[in-house]
């Protein structure tokens, strides 16, 4: 269905669709055995959800068969953020609910993980030899000494391996960690030196865009480095013997061992993630087994909508939350597809081949990703079997309203696009994906279950159909139980509660419709403040970025030490493109007609390529830093930077404006 007026939505889930999704289930469920509300659907859903908040996640728990093996004492046994505690007295096992599909003799030898890599063939990995593989590697890693709260990590790529050393980590209750192949040493370092692990899984090398890419110096670096090492077990994707000292896999994981999970208290900790960390050492966020299986039964079995008859893909690497929330599609008992290689090799249609060749039911990929393909004028829909599709998903930065456009008008028409906002500090979503309530261009469907989700003012003061801070006012189970080594917890304080005491401030700007949905403007702190009007950095970028010259966008509003505002816009060109008068005044035009015109740039000034943290967000607030005179030491974290030599241009530009 085209949308007829701007408000109307682009798509409408059928009344089929809509009673056969689990979250209708569950709520009629829910309604019968908690007293959640029968009727007003999803939104009365989602109040009760919050208003109940106890009673919402022990149904929750219910309603997934969480298998607590010690009975807890009450849901919530502290409200109190930062510092809420769920579950007490309860024990569990996440990896035990991620194996479970393997007990079911109709599912045991049906695919659990299918692999693809650039070649683009397929690899299936059923549920009961990943479960094999799990108990023959948990029983290794015990006898390495490995026990509950040892840190085990992984620097590895998005391989059927890295999900096998990830469970036997949580099965014996361990903390797993893990950074992709492309993270140089110092970067890897800066993360992994902070919580000292016992164990580190490798690979030799790894294959990108058609080239082999050896990683063997960086290991020898990464085990000269970490000398709280046990074990180093190399795993020879480009098929090399395994260095001096190293154990090899195989080895590993060839013994058919029934898996023993360790039953560990709800809050014990689960893995630990890393913030983008663009200015000193990377935040080390520390998640815990049990917050994370009811957030992912949540957002994955409700939300996303999965189960058996899936197939799970989202193109991420294992340097990204993602590939953790990718993985815990194994708990709705979904097939799961690991990419592994470039996103647009050997051309941009390489994600849509692989959604077609794997039958994949939900796909979840970048914003960025959607606008090139846009860009480069491809017809998934046309060129590519996408029938099993249903909902295409998007995260990492806004999805533009031409994204929507395009998605609907090049894949299907009847397609469910989820653009949805969260972030590593939950590891999960805050708004986005329903299935049971249409899909408005440029907005995220509604705030999660669970999650009070509210725009508010300096003040604190609930805004509705006005830009806001994004908060949250109650706590969510997968928030950080703490950060690594913040022994007084003020890092993690000073991270989200600095604004707002006892809330959730995220860092985001955001507007709640009247009809309850989202928009996301972008970071609030590389907010563009000119002459009192506030405006997101992102609709910026989706008002320059639809021009065909420009192939990607950076935006800095400066507060001049003499009162003034300085905001230049920096372009990366497309191929062929010259920025002369003429682009200049297309540029300003359309920032002019389609935002305002308070927030048309002082210069327009091209750049080789705008500099990404590793998991490929622009970097903004580093670079406001260096136009306004920090050094670059000062400024950014090297670790952190997609390309470090990038930042030396706006380094030398503010030193000449200085002059």
Not at 408 to 424: F, K, N, P, Q, R
């Amino acid at each position: 269905m085209t949308a007829a007026t701007p408000d109307a939505p682009l798509w409408e889930p059928s009344p089929e669709r809509i009673e056969a999704a689990a979250v209708t289930r569950f709520q009629s469920w829910a309604a019968s055995r908690f007293g959640a509300p029968a009727d007003g659907g999803y939104a009365a859903l989602h109040r009760w959800s919050v208003d109940e908040l106890d009673t919402f996640w022990q149904a929750v728990a219910e309603w997934f068969d969480i298998r607590f093996s010690t009975p807890y004492e009450s849901v919530i046994g502290d409200l109190t953020m930062p510092g809420a505690t769920w579950f007490p007295g309860a024990t569990l096992n996440y990896a035990e609910h991620a194996l479970r599909t393997a007990e079911d003799p109709a599912r045991a030898d049906t695919p659990a993980l299918l692999y693809v890599d650039e070649t683009h063939t397929q690899v299936p990995i059923s549920w009961s030899d990943l479960r094999r593989q799990v108990g023959a590697l948990a029983a290794e890693l015990r006898a390495l000494g490995v026990t509950p709260g040892d840190r085990v990590s992984g620097y590895l790529p998005n391989i059927p391996q890295a999900v096998v050393a990830f469970l036997a980590t949580a099965a014996v209750g361990g903390v797993w960690t893990s950074c992709a192949p492309d993270f140089g040493a110092r970067s890897v370092l800066d993360r992994f030196q902070q919580i000292e692990p016992v164990v580190l899984f490798t690979v030799d090398g790894y294959r990108y865009g058609g080239k082999e890419h050896d990683r063997t110096e960086t290991v020898a670096e990464l085990r000269r480095e970490l000398p709280t090492l046990r074990a180093v077990v190399h795993i020879p994707l480009l098929g090399t013997d395994a260095p001096e000292g190293a154990l090899a896999w195989a080895a590993l994981t060839s013994a058919d061992t029934e898996p023993v999970f360790e039953q560990v208290p709800f809050d014990h900790p689960l893995w630990v993630l890393y913030s983008s960390g663009t200015t000193g050492l990377p935040k080390a966020i520390v998640q815990s087994q049990g917050g994370i299986l009811l957030e992912h039964f949540k957002q994955l079995g409700l939300h996303c909508d999965l189960g058996p008859e899936d197939r799970f893909f989202w193109y991420t690497s294992t340097g990204w939350m993602m590939w953790n929330f990718l993985v815990s599609g194994l708990l709705t008992g979904t097939t799961v597809v690991l990419y592994d290689g470039s996103p647009g090799y050997p051309d941009v249609s390489a994600q849509w081949r692989i959604a077609e060749q794997t039958g994949a039911t939900l796909y979840g990929t970048s914003a960025a990703y959607v606008m090139a393909c846009r860009k480069a004028g491809i017809h998934p829909g046309r060129d590519f079997d996408l029938s099993r599709v249903q909902c295409v998903a998007t995260t990492g930065s806004p999805l533009p309203p031409d994204g929507f456009r395009w998605l609907h008008d090049e894949v299907a028409d009847d397609l469910w696009i989820a653009s949805v906002s969260g972030g590593t500090d939950v590891c999960s979503c805050f708004a986005g994906a329903v299935p049971t309530l249409p899909v408005h261009i440029g907005e995220l469907q509604a705030p999660c279950l669970g999650t009070d989700l509210q725009s508010w003012d300096p003040s604190g003061k609930p805004l509705t159909g006005e830009v806001g801070e994004l908060v949250v006012t109650n706590p969510l189970p997968s928030m950080p139980i703490r950060f690594w080594n913040d022994p007084d917890g003020s890092r993690y304080h000073d991270s989200y509660f600095d604004m707002y005491p006892g809330v959730w401030r995220h860092g985001d700007w955001i507007t709640i419709t009247d009809r309850g949905s989202v928009i996301i403007h972008g970071r609030s702190d590389s907010t563009l403040n000119r002459q009192g009007v506030r405006m997101g950095s992102a609709d910026i970028y989706e008002a320059v970025e639809r021009l065909p010259e420009i192939r990607e966008s950076l935006v800095i509003g400066i507060e001049e030490p003499d009162g003034g505002y300085w905001m230049p816009l920096f372009v990366h060109l497309a191929d062929g493109a010259t920025l002369d008068d003429d682009l200049r005044a297309a540029i300003k035009a359309t920032i002019r007609e389609n935002l305002s015109p308070r927030h048309v740039p002082d210069e327009v000034i091209e750049v080789p390529a705008i500099p990404h943290t590793l998991t490929g967000k622009r970097i903004e607030v580093p670079v406001k830093r260096l136009l306004q005179g920090t050094e670059l030491a000062k400024a950014v974290n090297p670790g952190s930077v997609d390309n470090l030599d990038l930042l030396h241009f706006y380094a030398e530009l503010a030193a000449n404006r200085r002059r």
